[in-house]
């Protein structure tokens, strides 16, 4: 029962390797000759660029000549930084001596690395550009400012759960002069009474800052007139006057994150005066309002407007200017959002009469609804009017495609329904299926017009003070529209006759 024999067919794999190569690649007769002996240094190092990890490490055990090129050309390096890596750190910076971004781990449960090992650290691999610190809890305002004085071409930092503080931040800050981005979250040294981050952060473009308890100290930072992404979640205290320091129309942000965050009006309103901004995150459940003008950039969508929907459950009124809404996005809200009375939709080539089928489905408290420039038709019309029972208001402009028919159908279906197409006789508001002979007009006249008593005691109507002149354009303009009222019910009366 033991192992079968090899049978003489079955030579190794390396030997089969070798009679695959054609001759003039193989000058050698014996079969451990390395293959990758003639490859360039640069080229193998572009080789093990697509391996994992793990391969990467057991490659680099196969030769010492793989173990060098491996060592030589690995950039990137994270290390679990526990208090016992401090004897084997000269070793590994010996070995991987090109490192330019480097990741520091520890958990909760174990002493990280000091001032000592960082010192150290830094010293060996003072190219770093890209530096990220967990749980790193040894490491005080004195080891920052040794790594700062280091690492001068330092462009990205993110620290988390770390208890250094402001003076450890303003040495990275006062050294590390090309830095660019900056995260910090949960740091314990940024407390009630920490100190104000001095205005160094000359080149900054992206600064991140979560669950810290007097993030207002970064203020300075928050105003670089180079920042262009800033993320606050979860911060505690008013933001207002820091957001504030950005609301003077020269900010350079394009993207702003607010989240778990306390900002009323002060706040926000500074915000809509960054002229650059082009994405804005925040959540507000309990928002009632919301007017979207997109009009030139046409970057928001379906991703945003469902965010909309999973979010501002409240959301009473709705207005997007520009806006590309498709059946999903608009099938969300108005599936989500219960208590919508107000929907206007301008410019969006994306809202058809499908689209408009889903909104009279849905939007059962909708009152009042305006559509503008969209490529809808009268059947997308037709199907708001008999769906949305609550519709008190509908306004159509520069919707190409809809005809004047429609109209006469709004009147016979919904009379109460208040509507305003172009081409409308009347400039004020009409009431379709009105059958008060014209009183409707005459109602909003007497709201306009108020009696004027003259010198000689006689009272006369004017409009706006304009005397006899003003009350006679008003007596045309009721004239005509009572005419083309007449002209109209005549012709309705006619039609039926004849039918």
Request: proline share 2%; glycine share 8%.
């Amino acid at each position: 029962m033991g192992q079968a024999p090899s049978s003489p067919a079955d030579s190794s794999t390396r030997d089969t390797a070798l009679w695959l190569w054609p001759p003039e690649f193989l000058d050698c007769d014996s079969t451990d000759y390395d293959l990758t002996a003639d490859l360039p240094d640069d080229c193998l190092a572009h080789i093990f660029q697509f391996l994992t990890a793990g391969d990467r490490k057991r490659f680099s055990l196969v030769s010492k000549r793989w173990l060098l090129i491996d060592g030589q050309n690995r950039h990137r390096l994270s290390l679990a930084a526990k208090a016992e890596i401090l004897p084997f750190l000269p070793s590994i910076f010996t070995r991987f001596d090109s490192v330019t971004k480097l990741a520091l781990r520890c958990d909760r449960n174990s002493f990280s690395i000091s001032d000592e090992g960082f010192a150290m650290v830094s010293a060996r691999c003072s190219n770093l550009t890209r530096v990220k610190l967990r749980g790193c809890r040894e490491i005080t305002d004195l080891g920052m400012e040794s790594f700062a004085r280091n690492c001068k071409s330092l462009k990205k930092l993110s620290c988390g759960s770390c208890d250094f503080g402001a003076r450890g931040l303003n040495a990275v800050l006062e050294h590390c002069k090309v830095l660019e981005e900056l995260s910090v979250k949960s740091i314990r040294g940024i407390h009630e009474t920490a100190e104000a981050l001095a205005p160094l952060f000359a080149f900054a473009r992206y600064i991140c800052l979560k669950e810290l308890v007097n993030g207002q100290v970064f203020e300075s930072l928050v105003a670089s007139r180079t920042l262009k992404k800033l993320r606050i979640i979860c911060c505690l205290g008013n933001w207002d006057k820091v957001l504030q320091v950005n609301g003077d129309g020269n900010s350079s942000l394009t993207e702003i994150h607010l989240e778990r965050l306390q900002v009323s009006d002060f706040g926000l309103s500074a915000i809509s005066k960054c002229r650059m901004l082009e994405t804005l995150h925040i959540r507000c459940g309990l928002l009632r309002k919301l007017h979207i003008d997109g009009w030139r950039t046409k970057r928001i969508g379906d991703e945003g407007l469902m965010a909309l929907a999973k979010h501002c459950l409240l959301l009473q009124e709705l207005v997007l200017i520009g806006v590309d809404a498709t059946h999903a996005s608009l099938s969300a809200i108005a599936s989500n959002c219960k208590k919508l009375e107000r929907l206007d939709l301008c410019g969006s080539s994306a809202i058809g009469d499908a689209e408009m089928a889903c909104i009279a489905e849905k939007c059962v408290a909708l009152r009042k609804f305006c559509i503008k420039g969209c490529p809808i038709s009268d059947v997308g019309i037709k199907a708001l009017a008999l769906g949305c029972p609550n519709l008190v208001k509908l306004k159509v402009k520069k919707c190409i495609v809809v005809t004047g028919d429609v109209r006469e159908w709004l009147r016979e279906r919904r009379r109460t329904l208040v509507v305003s197409m172009d081409g409308d006789e009347t400039k004020g508001p009409a009431v379709i299926g009105s059958e008060d002979g014209g009183r409707g007009l005459e109602t909003v006249v007497e709201e306009v017009l108020t009696p004027v008593a003259d010198g000689g005691g006689d009272t006369e109507i004017a409009a706006g003070g304009g005397g006899r002149l003003a009350m006679l354009k008003t007596k045309l303009l009721a004239s005509k529209n009572f005419v083309a009222f007449t002209l109209r019910r005549w012709l309705q009366s006619e039609a039926t006759g004849s039918t």
